[in-house]
C-alpha cells in the first residue's frame, strides 16, 4: 500500500465550503427568521439587483429553481403547443422536459466535439430542412459544463429566422462569452432571457432549489415578474392578467445566496485553477499523448472566466472501467450525461433514433467529470490522475 492510497476525493464537498462561510450564513439566514418574511421582499431585491449587476442586464428576477426559470421563460415568450424550439440533446433532462411540459417540440441539433454547446452549423442545417416537425419559434441554448455556447453566429441565425433565444445558463453564471469581433459579453445578457440554477451543486449553489432570470426588455421583465406570483397585476391584489405560477425565490435562499455571491469569482478562480492542473498533470502522465484521455476544450482561453468549470469532463477510453476504477479508489467522478435526451424514452414519442446525432451519442458514451470543487488539494489531483495512470497501465 502506498500512503497515497489513503488520500480520498469526493465529487464535490460543500461541508468544506460551509467550513469557510458557515457563520456568515447562519448570520444572514438568522436575519431572516428575525423578520418573519419568508417570500421575496428587501432580501430578493438585493440579491436580484446584485445578480443583475454580475450579469450585466438591467433585470434579474429570483425564481423556483433552474427548471422554472426556463418554464417561466418559456411562457413569458409565448411558447406553446406545436411551437418547435430549438436545442441541444447534450443537456440536463430540465432543458428539453420544460419545452415538452408545454405542449412545444424540441427540435434537435448536434453539439461541437470540441465544447459540447450546440454546433451552430447543426442549427443552421436544421433550420433550412423542409421537414422538421415543427416551425421554430426559439432557441435554446446551454452553456454547458460552465462556458458559453458560440452565441454569436447563433444570435445571427436566431435573428434571420425571428426565433426568441433563451440562454439555458444553468452551469454557468458568472461565465464570459467572447464573439469573434472580440466583444466580451456575461452570460445570460445575449438572449431574451438568461437562466441559471443555484441548486446546490452549482457554482452557487443555494441551501435548497433556487433559481434566476436575466432580461434586457423592460417589458419583458415585467411581464415576468407578474406571472412569477400567479400572473398578478402589479398594484392590484387579486386581478390576475396572465395565467403564470408561483415561480417565486425563497427570502432564505437569497440570504444564502447573497453571502456566497461575494465569494463566487474566487471560487470560478480556484475552479480553474484545479482545470489547469488537471490538464497539466494529465498532460504529463502520457495518457493525453497516449490518445487514451481528452482533455476539456477551451473556447475562450485568454479572458477570464472563458470557463467557470462548473464541470471538469475529459473523454476517457473504456470510460465506464475508469469510472468504476476511481470509484473503488474512493474518488468520486460522474458521468454528465449517459444519455442524450432524443434517446429517452420518455420522448420516445418524438421519434429519436441511435444515430441520429453522432456527435453527441460519442460524447455521452465518453465523457467522464472529475472532482473539480475549488477547495480541492494538490495531493487530492494528484491522487485522481495516479489512480487513472494505474488503470491505464494495461493499455
Ligand atoms: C443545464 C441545466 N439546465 C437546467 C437545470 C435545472 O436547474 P434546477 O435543478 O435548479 O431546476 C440544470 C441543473 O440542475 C442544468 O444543469
Known amino acids: ?65 433552474g427548471t422554472d426559470a426556463l418554464l417561466l421563460s418559456l411562457m413569458a415568450l409565448g411558447i406553446g403547443p406545436g411551437d418547435g424550439v430549438i436545442t441541444t440533446p447534450f443537456t440536463f433532462f430540465a432543458t428539453v422536459g420544460s419545452i415538452v411540459r408545454l405542449g ?78 472580440g466583444e466580451v459579453t456575461k452570460v445570460g445578457a445575449i438572449g431574451d432571457t438568461g437562466c441559471f440554477s443555484f441548486f446546490p451543486s452549482k457554482n452557487l449553489g443555494a441551501a435548497g432549489d433556487g433559481g434566476l432570470i436575466t432580461c434586457r426588455d423592460d417589458e419583458l421583465a415585467a411581464k415576468l415578474r407578474s406571472m412569477r406570483t400567479h400572473g398578478s397585476h402589479p398594484s392590484e391584489k387579486y386581478r390576475h392578467i396572465y395565467v403564470g405560477g408561483n415561480f417565486r425565490l425563497d427570502a432564505l435562499q437569497a440570504a444564502v445566496i447573497r453571502v456566497k455571491l461575494a465569494y463566487l469569482d474566487g471560487w470560478s478562480r480556484a ?75 420518455c420522448f420516445a ?3 429519436g433514433r441511435a444515430g441520429d446525432l453522432p456527435v453527441s451519442e460519442q460524447a455521452a458514451a465518453e465523457v467522464l467529470a472529475l472532482p473539480v470543487y475549488p477547495e480541492l488539494t494538490m495531493e487530492q489531483k494528484q491522487r485522481v490522475v495516479e489512480v487513472m495512470v494505474d488503470f491505464y497501465q494495461a493499455f
Open 104 to 181: 412545444a417540440v424540441p427540435l434537435f441539433a448536434d453539439i461541437d466535439p470540441d465544447t459540447f454547446n450546440l454546433d451552430p452549423l447543426a442549427v443552421q442545417e436544421l433550420l433550412e430542412r423542409g421537414d422538421l416537425p415543427a416551425q421554430p419559434k426559439a432557441l435554446l441554448p446551454v452553456h454547458l459544463f460552465g462556458q458559453a455556447a458560440d452565441m454569436e453566429p447563433l444570435g445571427r441565425l436566431a435573428d434571420a429566422h425571428g426565433l426568441k433565444i433563451v440562454e439555458d445558463a444553468a452551469q454557468a453564471l458568472g461565465a464570459a462569452y467572447r464573439s469573434p469581433d
Open 1 to 65: 500500500m502506498r500512503p497515497t492510497d489513503k488520500i480520498t476525493v469526493p465529487m464535490l464537498d460543500l461541508k468544506a465550503q460551509f467550513k469557510t462561510i458557515g457563520p456568515e450564513i447562519m448570520d444572514a439566514v438568522a436575519e431572516v427568521f428575525q423578520t418573519q418574511a419568508f417570500i421575496l421582499g428587501p432580501g430578493v431585491a438585493r440579491a436580484e439587483e446584485e445578480l443583475a449587476r454580475l450579469v450585466g442586464t438591467p433585470h434579474a428576477l429570483g425564481v423556483s429553481s
Open 349 to 351: 414519442d418524438l421519434g
Open 271 to 345: 475552479r480553474r485553477a484545479n482545470a489547469d492542473d488537471y490538464d497539466r498533470l494529465l498532460a504529463e502522465s502520457g495518457l493525453v499523448d497516449r490518445g487514451l484521455v481528452g482533455r476539456p476544450y477551451r473556447a475562450y482561453p485568454d479572458i477570464e472566466f472563458g470557463h467557470v468549470f462548473n464541470q471538469y469532463v475529459i473523454r476517457a477510453r473504456s470510460r465506464d472501467q475508469l469510472q468504476a476504477a476511481l470509484a473503488e479508489a474512493k474518488i468520486g467522478c460522474a458521468i454528465y450525461y449517459p444519455t442524450p435526451m432524443h434517446l429517452l424514452e
